[in-house]
Nanobody
Framework: QVQLAESGGGFVQAGGSLRLSCAAS????????MGWFRQTPGKEREFVAA????????NYANSVKGRFTISRDNAKNTVYLQMSSLKPEDTAVYYC???????????????????WGQGTQVTVSS
């Protein structure tokens, strides 16, 4: 498995932007699909975005399409989530995920992703 550590969360007003980063350790990082999920209290972890190992293919939840952008830098073992036009409903703990089984980026079920970071809180005020 790969070890993941998120950073970049914080407090922002509605309409603002944040960029989350996820630093990965492990020699095989560049071959893994990577994703971002989010979770609020009492709810299941929700898919946000995913990116193929080449960076050429991405997948987004409808709720964030056009506002969020996922990217990766395999040389730096880092994946990013640029979040713009933030809304109060984007408030959640955001988790970075890796799929060491090399599954599809269109698999939005969090149970299929096998490596997780500790999460970073994003709070958007109205």
């Amino acid at each position: 498995q790969v070890q993941l550590a998120e950073s970049g969360g914080g407090f922002v007003q509605a309409g603002g932007s944040l960029r989350l980063s996820c630093a990965a350790s492990g020699r095989s990082f560049s071959s893994y699909p990577m994703g971002w999920f989010r979770q609020t209290p009492g709810k299941e972890r929700e898919f946000v975005a995913a990116i193929r190992w080449t960076g050429s293919n991405t997948n987004y939840a409808n709720s964030v399409k056009g506002r969020f952008t996922i990217s990766r830098d395999n040389a730096k073992n880092t994946v990013y989530l640029q979040m713009s036009s933030l809304k109060p409903e984007d408030t959640a703990v955001y988790y970075c995920a890796a799929d060491a089984s090399l599954g599809s980026i269109y698999n939005t079920d969090y149970k299929s992703w096998d490596s997780w970071g500790q999460g970073t809180q994003v709070t958007v005020s109205s």
